[in-house]
């Protein structure tokens, strides 16, 4: 079983930042693809970054040019920075990895974006 453990949420001011960091239990070139994902109350789990094990990096539309994924192979960690935050990022994130056929997830973050 794959363990992905998040960390980084809280709450902060729009046009603040924050990086969530997605540790894995085994080294990240193990999964075709890692991203981070989040979900509003009320609403689906939507994608918001992800790249493949080659290193292609793909952003949800809302999120380009604010937020950036990076990862640190020797900590098989995976990284969100958010920049400019906005009160419509306020959501749980989660950390996806994909090991075909299967998909991880790990507990989730919050993060809340408020005055």
């Known amino acids: 079983q794959v363990q992905l453990v998040e960390s980084g949420g809280g709450l902060v001011p729009p046009g603040g930042s924050l990086r969530l960091s997605c540790a894995a239990d085994?080294?990240?070139?193990?999964?075709?693809?890692m991203g981070w994902y989040r979900q509003a109350p009320g609403k689906q789990r939507e994608l918001v970054a992800t790249?493949?094990?080659?290193?292609?990096?793909n952003y949800a539309d809302s999120v380009k040019g604010r937020f950036t994924i990076s990862r640190d192979n020797a900590k098989n960690t995976v990284y969100l920075q958010m920049n400019n935050l906005r009160p419509e990022d306020t959501a749980v994130y989660y950390c996806?990895?994909?090991?075909?056929?299967?998909?991880?997830w790990g507990q989730g973050t919050q993060v809340t974006v408020s005055s």
């Open positions: 996806k990895a994909r090991r075909s056929p299967d998909d991880y």
């Open positions: 085994r080294s990240i070139f193990s999964f075709s693809y």
């Open positions: 790249f493949t094990s080659g290193g292609t990096k």
